[in-house]
């Protein structure tokens, strides 16, 4: 096992996380400067402007959250390479039968067919 993998798996939990959301902290850092930057620009362009991007929001906020969702499927099929596709499919399998249940339990609870 090399010194990074080693590192991860005995150091100590807090100063691990830390480093390891260090550059996800960055980034959300930037975005929010850049979307405030962004709506003090269009807050002086007045209230067409401002329509214009309530128009948009939406769709923006769909492909971001899109593309986040493909980032952390990416991640779980790398984890399932990793960790034998044959267990981590019957997690998988285990956790969708779990929720799919659990839906149809309040479901049927609440009255609805």
Do not use: C, H, K
Request: aromatic letters at 6%.
């Amino acid at each position: 096992m090399d010194s990074r993998t080693r590192r991860l798996l005995e150091g100590p939990i807090a100063p691990t996380l830390l480093a390891l959301a260090a550059p996800n902290v960055v980034v959300l850092v930037a975005q929010v400067a850049i979307s405030v930057l962004e709506a003090y620009f269009v807050g002086w362009l007045g209230a067409d402007a401002l329509a214009g991007v309530s128009v948009t929001f939406p769709l923006v906020m769909l492909m971001q959250t899109m593309s986040a969702g493909g980032m952390g499927g990416g991640v779980a099929a790398a984890v399932a390479r990793a960790n034998s596709w044959d267990r981590m499919a019957e997690r998988f399998t285990a956790l969708y039968q779990l929720v799919r249940d659990g839906q149809r339990g309040r479901t049927q609870e609440d009255g609805a067919a």
